[in-house]
RNA sequence: GCCGAGGUGGCGGAAUUGGUAGACGCGCCGGUCUCAAAAACCGGUGAGGGCAACCUCAUGUGGGUUCGAUUCCCACCCUCGGCACCA
């Protein structure tokens, strides 16, 4: 029964909480579930979530890497998406006009390996993946605005991969080349280099072998500088995904050296080209060392008496896979070509040699070897009997001795038997004989990188096909852009090569203007290049255009993007090149197309990644069902910080359980009907400092969202629901009552982010203006309510914590320190000794020092 | 080898413009309820010592700066991740 007090107020404890005072229900899963349903239904018919392109209001683009469609959401997933979708929730509470969509990345090989092996077709197969996948993310009442969904293998989408491809072929900036690719036995396909594991094809685990084919590549090598320089601006990038990227580029800045070749008798017979970033041995040259791979190598040994001989050296080198070739502290061999260096700076003539440890792909191919002063150098000098001179002394000894060398001298030092720059210290020595040698002619400045242009054709079905015919002369030509797209086939064959080939309908082009019949390119792009650009094409889906410039330049870039660190070189990579290009031909005005990155770590059991090859999995589905979507992305969250690997629990997750069961409870038993309205003026000081927690929550829980801290959020709001049932535990006034209004609703607002069907079915149930808890603006505080009026300082004798006092806030330092010295348990400690200092850390902390 | 991140109870983790180390949660121990169990709720829980109030020790190791160090400096050890015969 209610009561009424004062003013129509009911009061006391039976009024303000409904007569039912059990506190300690379990909800069953079944309410759960049925309220989950209820409230994503909700959501879906009233567009809730659905993104506006005209708006006024401030934007935020959340995005998670759009996934492969590989049939069910792993806990990995879960996090991923769970995050993005709290910081969508929460952006959207504070007044923010969000764009968060999802979509699928879903041309690529899994699918076409099992249509081959199924004999099924793999439209088919991604389909039926790409529709569980969604039906699971709806169950996790991820925030997404569906109407932006977008999946690569739709015409509609991949279209555009073949129009972007077009404008770089206007632009220079893909081109067909024959050259030395990765193959990948397995997947009989190439590989772009960053596909390249350990010498392993990254999907199929096979080992890699060289191929020389005529392949796609794009010119991502003209953005280099740009993509190098414009890391230092990612200021909410993580360091390591910065420093990857650059490892990866590996700007080197170096000196090109120009050798005269001659033969035997010293007679001019070609030049040549090393690359060194150490100028300052150029006096200690030994011989100079090519790759095998090389042209000149078979230039030179034409027609000599060790032709065959060093041929079939050269033969079985390029043979070796790259794991043979590259293994670590492996032998290294090579052979003299019968031609000799002259070298520039001091006219001796050394000889040249093909080796197995230099690489053909970095600098010129060609080194100049200096054995002294290179470890690999030193190694192969020793194995072959080749001189060995020092040219750099350490600055502090006297000058190395080169028949006592047991290891090449690498570091830096003070160069000798170096004509005029003796007695130069290195880092100066590389500058100044670079500039000589300029000067000389002898050489010139460079600057080498070990990123190469990325191969992007693939002979295989399962991606878009590289819009190119062939003309009369052979020569690639773009299809014209009103004939886009170049629509994947269906009549293919699968297991006789390349299977576009096998496509009687698509084999041909016909010129819409001639008639004339023409051979089309048959290779399909790396899906790499559908995830390079997708997050631009959600901001606009409707228009036939690629997305309309103006809605793109708004919502671009992704303010918050969040995915796993495998994708930290690759895809991230190729994205930010995109992005260069679209915006060098003015399609867009920004140039890094995300600005905040964060990666989220794995989600381990026992210590070990969750893997089916391992078999140690938790299927987030059965967390789902056994304790619902809330509780498993409220453990999600609490039990590590986004960027640390979390490691599951199963127990740990019933802590959610019960929390949320709490929360639930005390919402369900009180009144709804009671005043919200606080009285300052007749708080206690109880009451007072309940107000004030409720303004310390809001406060922390704001700052925690906003940097992503979700573990300490939750944990200040469950540390508030503690002492929440100290407060009432109590003598019952109304006052209470209203001051508990108040904080609940605080307390539902500020966990919606998290948990957002719980959280929902609450706030409609205390009954609230708004159409949903979404639309109820995040609750504000007042700085003022912060202040408390007495304060506990913590007080230490000689750094040592021996008490604590609780004083009025504003006490000064002289009447602290006589409280605190005229108390005996502080006395104790400083018995009779002189007081050296009192040092008085305001509002917190004393220290006497005696 | 180079680059980056990190090392805190039985476990996940909190606390850094230098100021109460171990918040919060899990687990464990004890209790309430129950015929009993589960669930739920309440209390305790870093180690060592003491009947107790309390005391001592403790944030990978060893030093240093400071009234005071998980936090700053120096040297080292270990773990994880990336790159690497890159000239």
Redesign the pocket.
Known sequence: MKQQGPDNRPFLFSVYFKENKN????YTIEEIKSIEIKWQNFWAEKKIFAADNNSTKKKYYVLEMYPYPSGKLHMGHVRNYTIGDVIARFRRMQGYNVLYPMGFDSFGLPAENAAIKNNSSPRDWTNKRMDDMVAQMKQMGLSYDWSRFLFSHDPDYYKWNQWIFIQMFKKGLVYKKKSLVNWDPVDQTVLANEQV??GKGWRSGAEVEKKEIEQWFIKITAFVEDLLNDLDGLDDW???VK??Q???I?K?E?TIIRFDVVDENGNKIDELE?????ADTVFGIEYVVL?AEHPKCKKWIHGKAFETEVADFIKSVEKQSLVE?????????GKFLGVYAVNPVNGRKVPIWVA?????????????A?PAH?Q??F?FAKKYQLPVSVVIKSADKASLLADELKEAFVEEGVLVNSAQFDGTNSAKAIAAIAQWMEEKGFGCRTT?Y?LKDWLISRQRYWGTPIPIYYDENNDPQPIAEDQLPVILPDDIEFGRGNPLETSESFKFYTDPNTGKKYRRETDTMDTFFDSSWYYMRYTDLNTKQIFDKDVCNYWMPVDQYIGG?EH??LHLLYSRFFTKFLKSIGMINYSEPFKRLLTQGMVLLDGEVMSKSKGNVVDPDEMIQKYGTDALRLFIL????PK????W?D??I??????L??IWNFTEQYNPDFKEDVDLASLSAADKDMERERAATIKKVTEDLISY?F??A??SL??LM?NV??YLAGEQTPVKGSVINRLIRTVIQLLSPMTPHVCEELWQNIGSPQESIVHALWPEFDEAALKQDTV?I?V?V?????G?FDVPAEISEDDLKEIVLADD?IQ??IQNKPI??F?Y?KG??A?V?V
């Open positions: 506190m300690s229900k379990s594991i350990d993580p360091e390591q420093t990857m650059r490892n990866w590996g080197s170096g090393t690359f060194t970033t150490r790759a070739r590259l293994g670590e502290g492996k032998d290294k061999n197995d440890y230099v690489l053909m792909d970095y600098g010129t191919g060609a080194v100049m200096v290179d690999r150098d190694l080498t070990r660190i930290a070189i609490f039990a590590a910080p640390d690997q979390l490691e629990n127990k740990a019933e802590g959610s359980w019960r929390f069961n709490r801290k573990n300490t939750i944990s469950m540390i503690n049932d100290k506990q913590v230490q000689n750094g040592k914590l021996r604590k348990s104790k400690f050296r200092k040092i850390i917190k902390l220290n020092v």
